[in-house]
């Protein structure tokens, strides 16, 4: 037993303990130049949207902006969650939904002022429907790796959840840069396709989450 007993001790004598927060800085690191990556990919890739001195004048423009930027404070909590062992963000899913019934609850409001087919049509679908989520996942790229980085530097237990998380906030935060240079005003169409992004980028992230993120 005193064997036993000298070897714990030699085994921490070194330990130092952890700062407080160390974890909430260690993220703020990692995301710091994910976004100035994302951004600089629509920035350079994309461009601002051309009338955008206008549509900062609109409520559906800051409804569109707001969604993904709610999303990615959720994100974030969460993956400060399930960054540590055993953490289960549970509490997450709530705030989440809620949030996705309020933008799906004004997009219908807005859906229901629209007087023409036509216009019915542009709220959904867009011009940019077919690619928009595959730029929330170009955009979300830069920031799944600095999330997986943060992930790799702390303790996860569940991979596949962990990944999910770090890609969903990931992309969510990818959306947010997006939305100062996407046209489209349709809150619909931010439910359904800026939706289907940030799930591609969670999805891409528990596939990757399964490889990388195991001890």
Same mark, same amino acid.
């Given at each position: ?83 540590? +062992?055993?953490?289960? +963000? ?31 049509? *542009? ?9 928009? +989520? ?18 790799? *530097?702390?303790?996860?237990? *569940? +991979? ?56």
């Amino acid at each position: 037993m005193a064997k036993t007993d000298d070897m714990i001790d030699d085994l921490v004598k070194d330990l130092l303990p952890v700062r407080k927060h160390a974890l909430h800085r260690l993220l703020i690191l990692a995301l710091v130049p994910g976004i100035v990556l994302s951004a600089a990919f629509i920035l350079l890739g994309h461009g601002l949207r051309p009338d955008l001195s206008t549509a900062v004048s609109q409520a559906a423009f800051w409804a569109k902006s707001a969604y993904p930027l709610l999303l990615s404070i959720v994100g974030v909590v969460a993956l400060v969650k399930v960054a540590r +062992p055993g953490g289960r +963000p549970v509490a997450a899913a709530a705030p989440a939904l809620i949030i996705y019934s309020l933008l799906t609850m004004l997009g219908l409001l807005q859906l229901n002022a629209a007087t023409s087919p036509a216009e019915h049509h *542009r709220l959904i679908m867009g011009i940019s429907y077919w690619f928009c +989520p595959l730029i929330i996942l170009a955009a979300g790229a830069p920031l799944m790796a600095a999330t997986f980085w943060f992930l790799r *530097r702390a303790a996860p237990t *569940r +991979p596949r959840l962990a990944g999910f998380i770090a890609g969903g906030t990931a992309g969510s935060i990818g959306s947010w840069v997006y939305s100062w240079g996407c046209i489209e005003n349709g809150l619909t169409f931010v439910a359904l396709w800026y939706t289907l992004g940030i799930l591609l980028c969670g999805f891409v992230g528990a596939v990757c989450g399964r490889h990388f993120l195991r001890w």
